[in-house]
């Protein structure tokens, strides 16, 4: 876990850091994976259900100008989707949510923020997206089997008491 994703009483929270600007809405989708195959001698493809695709989180906030201005608070959230962990990669953020966790998601990456603004006012809406973090899962197998038709009497001990 590289931080926490919190929202208190209309605040956001990426780790420790408050995320500028009043929360509007949150919206979670989830989607099923479908296998497309053509057929032959049959018109459009066949569509077979494989899975389901990672959820995607879209938090919108509206960015005002107050004491700072609503470029000074998009700046400050473009610099957190750019944090990184240790070797460079986007952050992985445990989820503290009712709404998000009640969709069966705990972990989340920052992946997209897109930003818009109107003629009319003095308002930047900020769409912060997030998609579901699930790493694969690594399935060691058992091999026990010389090919080479030597083995060490050391060797062949150990390899025993591994595959036990």
């Known amino acids: 876990m590289d931080g926490l994703l919190t929202f208190e009483h209309g ?20 989607a099923v994976v479908f296998d497309e195959a053509e057929t032959d001698g ?4 066949t569509k077979t259900p494989k899975g389901w695709d990672d959820s995607a989180i879209s938090i919108t ?23 990184h962990d240790i070797r460079a990669n986007p952050l992985v953020l445990d989820v503290a949510n009712p709404h998000i966790t009640a969709r069966g998601v705990e972990r989340v990456v920052f992946c997209g923020l897109m930003s818009a ?3 009319k006012d003095d308002v930047i809406v900020a769409t912060l ?10 399935v060691a197998e058992k091999s026990c ?6 083995i060490d009497p050391e060797f062949a001990e150990i390899v025993k008491e591994r595959c036990r």
């Not at 605040?11 to 989830?30: D, N, Q, T, Y």
């Not at 997206?129 to 690594?138: A, G, K, L, Q």
């Open 11 to 30: 605040e956001v929270r990426l780790g420790s850091v408050m995320v500028p600007g009043v929360l509007k809405s949150i919206r979670v989708r989830g």
């Open 42 to 45: 049959l018109s459009g493809k």
């Open 61 to 83: 906030v509206a960015l005002v100008t107050d004491t700072t201005t609503c470029y000074h608070k998009l700046a400050q959230i473009n610099t957190l989707f750019r944090r």
């Open 117 to 119: 603004e109107s003629n």
């Open 129 to 138: 997206d997030f998609t579901e973090h699930r790493p694969p899962i690594v």
């Open 145 to 150: 089997r010389n090919t080479s038709g030597y």
